[in-house]
């Protein structure tokens, strides 16, 4: 299992270091090609930043939006409290007028 979680972490990594050098190389090659003004090609990668933060932030509003509700797992979480209550009532706790 372990050897598993490490290759799926190496496939990772390296999906993540060849985006990297993917950009790097489009980053120098507009550079050296002189297509963008210098002065607008040394802010690429503070765009890149800035773009990434708003595609994580999206990312994450987009699966608050899709959160799937479980409403067997709710009713199986209202029997645990409800024998939790029960449990420490009988060893003489107060756990609310409910």
Partial sequence: MTQFRGRAYQKHVLKIFSLLVVISALW??????SIIPQSHTWLLPIYF???????????VGVGLMRFPTCPQEALLLQQDIGEAKDFLKQRGVDVGSE
């Fill in 49 to 59: 930043i800035v773009s990434l933060g708003c595609y994580g932030l999206l990312m």
């Fill in 28 to 33: 120098i090659g507009l550079l050296q090609a």
